[in-house]
């Protein structure tokens, strides 16, 4: 089992352009997450997918849309990516929300926005 | 907004000596979670700690859960090379990763 996939691995993107980060997983979860990581900032949730078919905003989802395609796939895209925006962006799925349930997260997308 | 602040958020030590990493909150989490994140991969759990006062150990590894369910530590003896990397606590107020609050991580690095 593959776990948490991401693609691509790297991006560089001009300011205003757009592009969208792919996520799929094989373990059957029912939810899905994408974060952001930055110095001295952590985590920071930018939007979640509790079922397939619902989605809803985290601490930081401006500038951000996502995308539930099925129970595997869960997609985020940057419309008009800004320098703001440069980060290593990780998805993540949980089995449940039973609670005491572990993130498995992917090896992350590095984004540079110049 | 539930805070959780780790410390120290750097430490650097020489192969074989022990440490404490803490990871501490005004609020009362419903179960603690550790993970640990190497350079270019994702973070990955080591434990969870649910029960108040709860210790588990995990090789040279010691995770205490405060009797409130407030804080946390994780202490490692004789530290190894192979320890080197970000430590992150995550505390769980409900189900659900949206239910989790971080830590901003401890950057360990164990020095040969």
């Known amino acids: 089992n593959a776990g948490v996939t991401q693609t691509p691995k790297f991006q560089v993107l001009k300011t205003g352009q757009s592009m969208t980060l792919q996520c799929a997983q094989d373990?059957?979860?029912?939810?899905m997450y994408w974060y952001r990581q930055d110095p001295g900032m952590g985590l920071r949730l930018i939007y979640y997918?509790?079922?397939?078919?619902?989605?809803d905003k985290g601490e930081v989802p401006n500038g951000y849309n996502v995308s539930r395609l099925n129970k595997r796939e869960f997609s985020l895209r940057l419309e008009s990516a800004a320098p703001s925006q440069t980060s290593v962006y990780f998805c993540?799925?949980?089995?449940?929300?039973?609670?005491?349930?572990?993130?498995?997260f992917g090896n992350g997308t590095r984004l540079t926005v110049t | 907004t539930q805070l959780l602040e780790q410390s120290p958020q750097f430490l650097s030590i020489q192969e074989g000596e022990n440490l404490t990493v803490y990871c501490n909150s005004s609020?009362?989490?419903?179960?603690l979670q550790w993970y640990r994140q190497e350079p270019g991969e994702g973070p990955v759990l080591l434990v969870t700690?649910?029960?108040?006062?709860e210790v588990k150990k995990l090789k040279r590894l010691t995770f205490q859960f405060g009797d409130a369910r407030k804080d946390s530590s994780l202490h490692i003896t004789a530290a190894q090379p192979g320890d080197t990397g970000l430590y992150l606590c995550?505390?769980?107020?409900?189900?659900?990763?949206?239910?989790?609050?971080f830590g901003k991580g401890t950057h360990l690095i164990i020095q040969p």
């Open positions: 995550a505390g769980e107020s409900r189900g659900g990763a949206d239910g989790l609050t």
């Open positions: 700690v649910v029960t108040g006062g």
């Open positions: 993540a799925s949980i089995r449940g929300l039973e609670g005491n349930s572990p993130l498995h």
């Open positions: 373990m059957n979860h029912n939810s």
């Open positions: 609020s009362v989490f419903s179960s």
């Open positions: 997918s509790a079922s397939e078919g619902t989605t």
